[in-house]
């Protein structure tokens, strides 16, 4: 079965302290992304990547970092994490050329107080 | 202007209705247009995909696109209190798995009332 999943589901910290949204799928996509929801925005997305090694900035991508080492998996990192980043993360893959073959994860909610 | 706008609802309807969802975008560049459904606290997921103009039907759903006018609508026959669910769409002008990503509606909310 195709499946994006993220972890952990729920989260709620503190601003400063240091956490990491893990992705994995298991369909051998090239392409990964990750997005942020909030209401009245829709999805925004933060980081993207074409491929293991390859990353790159999307439309939001201040105080995010990611990077993937392994084509299954492209973690998020919030390194010192603020309360504006209090959001509905969503990762997604996607097969390259094929838009038809995109699968986004359960979503993260993160309260950052 | 806005590079797609898309009515936010919510929009109720009675069970069995023809259902019309829309969005129009500016970019003339998209050639893919997507719908996707996302239930409450759940990912969003791929609906409907068409490329370029013309319509496309899948069970009871049928997708329209009008480069024309830069209009898109998603249509749900005999609507399910199972279609409620906030419906987004999204656009874009390269083939998937690409540096252009993915142009997104902020999204209508559907309540199917039974």
């Known amino acids: 079965e195709a499946q994006v999943t993220q972890n952990p589901r729920y989260l709620i910290t503190v601003t400063g302290k240091k956490l990491t949204v893990t992705c994995s799928q298991n369909?051998?996509?090239?392409?990964m992304s990750w997005y942020r929801q909030d209401p009245g925005l829709g999805l925004r997305q933060i980081y993207y990547?074409?491929?293991?090694?390859?990353?790159d900035k999307g439309d939001v991508p201040e105080g995010y970092k990611v990077s993937r080492k392994e084509k299954r998996n492209f973690p998020l990192i919030l390194e010192s994490p603020s309360p504006n980043q209090t959001s509905l993360y969503f990762c997604?893959?996607?097969?390259?050329?094929?838009?038809?073959?995109?699968?986004f994860g359960p979503g993260t909610r993160l309260t950052v107080t | 202007q806005k590079e797609v706008e898309q009515d936010p609802g919510p929009l109720s309807v009675p069970e069995g209705a023809i259902v019309s969802l829309n969005c129009t975008y500016s970019?003339?560049?998209?050639?893919?247009f997507m719908w996707y459904r996302q239930y409450s606290r759940k990912g969003p997921e791929l609906l409907m995909y068409?490329?370029s103009s013309g319509n496309k039907e899948d069970g009871r759903f049928t997708a329209q696109v009008d480069k024309s006018s830069k209009y898109i609508s998603l249509f749900i026959r005999d609507s399910q209190p199972s279609d409620s669910a906030t419906y987004l769409c999204?656009?874009?002008w390269g083939s998937g798995g690409g540096a252009d990503g993915l142009t997104f509606g902020k999204g209508t909310h559907l309540i199917i009332q039974p």
């Open positions: 997604a893959s996607i097969k390259q050329g094929r838009w038809n073959e995109q699968y």
């Open positions: 369909m051998n996509h090239e392409y």
């Open positions: 990547s074409m491929n293991v090694e390859v990353t």
């Open positions: 970019n003339s560049a998209f050639q893919y």
């Open positions: 068409t490329y």
């Open positions: 999204a656009f874009a």
